[in-house]
């Protein structure tokens, strides 16, 4: 059985590892909890420390209302995660996920001078491009369970399931209101390496608009694809997790042995 260790609120660690070199923070999609990262550990190297955020209104914040815009989410989880900056760290978040990590870092840079080593984003266009679709945060019922439909993350038997949708639909109405109401502020870009994860078929997330990722960073960049839609993160994932270990290992070979990769 799993032991799972809570940092605080926020960072949850499902399999502690106090002798890793890197801690992996991962940040999930619109609607997404920190157990997506549960069994990561299983299948990324012994040097690597796992470490899932979870945003509010799930999980360990349940109690908390969920944040409607991204600037206060950022400096809400900010400082809160640098007490564990204390070693390596990088990120990696899908969607939603990416931006929330991609100006968490240029927050980090900003407060106390630090970057992460490694910025994993997957799912999602560069943040300097304009959401091209209409909102859907205000949609009435109907529609928005409509546009869930579409989006293919939600399953249909959580969509036909009433007293389930009530408790997810707020949570996924104030995350897309963080992504629709999202305003770039152009800076210099980051200095540390970004890798990009994208689907083949993800209609939400272009070759090119994932390319652009590049204007990011003055360091190495990666663009990665993976046979799948917009969740490939979930139906690619032994694929997925095999180049992400192998992307840490190269990071932090160094300190110790990878795992083989499983296909959890």
Avoid at 55 to 66: F, H, N, V
Avoid at 182 to 187: D, I, K, L, S
Wanted: aromatic share 10%; hydrophobic share 40%; charged share 15%.
């Amino acid at each position: 059985m799993t032991t799972r260790q809570t940092f605080h609120s926020w960072v949850t660690c499902p399999q502690p590892n106090p002798q890793a070199f890197l801690r992996l923070f991962c940040l999930p999609y619109a609607g997404g909890s920190s157990l997506i990262f549960r069994t990561w550990s299983n299948s990324l190297p012994t040097t690597v420390e796992v470490c899932p955020i979870e945003l509010a209104g799930r999980g360990t914040q349940m109690k908390s209302a969920p944040f409607t815009r991204l600037e206060p989410l950022v400096q809400a989880i900010v400082p809160v995660l640098k007490p564990h900056l204390d070693k390596p760290f990088a990120f990696f978040g899908h969607s939603m996920g990416a931006l929330l990590s991609f100006e968490i870092a240029r927050q980090l840079r900003r407060e106390y001078g630090i970057v992460p080593d490694q910025l994993f984003v997957s799912g999602r266009r560069a943040p300097q491009i304009p959401n091209p679709k209409p909102p859907m945060h205000a949609l009435p019922e109907s529609k928005f369970k409509q546009e869930l439909r579409r989006l293919n993350g939600t399953p249909e038997a959580v969509l036909e399931n009433a007293e389930l949708m009530q408790l997810l639909v707020p949570i996924l109405r104030a995350d897309f209101a963080v992504l629709e109401t999202y305003v770039y502020n152009t800076e210099p870009p980051l200095h540390c390496p970004i890798t990009v994860f994208g689907g083949l078929q993800d209609q939400e997330a272009s070759y090119e608009e994932l390319q652009a990722w590049q204007k990011q960073t003055t360091a190495a960049f990666l663009i990665q694809m993976f046979p799948g839609n917009h969740f490939f993160l979930h139906s690619a994932q032994s694929l997925l997790l095999q180049y992400l270990s192998q992307e840490l290992h190269r990071m932090t070979g160094f300190q110790g042995e990878s795992p083989s990769v499983s296909g959890s």
